[in-house]
């Protein structure tokens, strides 16, 4: 990773399949076999809701990322509720240098005036979306000398910084993180308000669901756009600028994403993965069944019912619409 | 399989409940928290050559990921 940030990922799979994902998919990172899981287990996050048996799927971990510093002290983490969202690595990595880069690989418009340059730029993945990866629309103020904009809260009448995204449906976007303000002080109003100087950055992160960018499906359209509105006034000591709101359109392309070659991929995704996965597939499956028969034969009855009800739904859906 | 839509909105090649689905459960512990020293672990890489975190990053800072699978 760069920065002289370190980065490694673990995963259940044994040697043999990390290595041929490694080089298929041109990974520069060590990708680290936990075949046993006890490292996984150790950090307490193993995915226990899993029962041994559970075809090939016992072992793995509740996916989630650790940031440490140089004393590997953690200092930030990433889980969430669902396993398809994912942290794009630009997020990580802002994650582990304590501060947003923004190297203008993605979309990007530009506002402002000299006195505040304002930037909306999408971090990450060259701003292109796929379904679950969450980037980031970062909203970047550069206030000249002396300028300072504000938080919130601000006293009636008075105008804090406020960043409203939009995006079409399916795309989901969290609320915006602000870095901490510092208190400003205006003797004479008898006020303390919190403000922001020098360069202001604020994240917004958002991610698409399948009812934009499915990675079950062909997508059905290029791009999606977003729509960011920013408010915001800039005072110095003395006098304040006009408030100002500004409205920036960003085309964001829609990503292809690889499915590894295996049977239940097989025409859901949009684009057949680099390797064949069926190899390994089937010792990880046979190292796992070896382990629990039992558990594999109760599997099986679990997947036909599910099956079932799922097929059972969709014909129900069907008969709807 | 079954392509099904989940609670969040996204899509799988799996029907709802199958054990390849299911999240973090709300209030389960995920691990080392912010301030806590990450635990050293020694794993073998593609190479089979021996990691150990705390000597590999010697003294750099560090993004350590869990991931389910590169086969599936």
Redesign the interface.
Known sequence: ?AA??????????D?E???E??EKQDIPY?????VDSA??R????L?D???PG????HG??????????????????F???????RDSPER??D???GRVVLDGSGPRAEGGDDEVRVTAAVRGGTGTIR??IIRELVVRFELAAGLHVYGEPVPEGMVPVQVDVQGPP?L?VEAPVLPPTKPHRLPEMDLTLPVWSGTVDVRVPFYP???LA????PLDRASATLSVTVRYQACDDRTCLLPRTETFTLELPLDVVDV?R?S??TG?GQREGQYD?LP??RR?LRRKRRRAPLGFLR?LVK?AR??R???R??RIADQAG | MTVERDEFGFDAPAPLGHPGRLGLPEGHATGPEIGDVLPDFALPDAAGDLVRLDEDRAGARAVVVFFRSAVW
Not at chain 1, 214 to 217: A, I, L, P
């Open positions: 990773m002289g940030v370190k980065l490694y990922a673990i995963s259940y799979d040697r399949a990390l290595a994902f490694r060590p990708l680290l076999s936990d490292t996984i150790r950090y307490g996050i995915n809701r899993i029962r559970d075809a090939l799927l793995i971990p509740y996916p989630g990322v650790f940031v440490c510093d140089e004393d590997g002290v953690v200092i930030s983490k889980f969430h509720d669902t396993y398809k969202k990580l990595l994650a582990a240098l379904q679950g399916g989901v669901t399948g009812e499915s990675e079950t499906r590894p295996l239940i991929h859901h996965a390994h597939a990880l599997f997947q599910l099956e009800a799922a097929r739904r969709a």
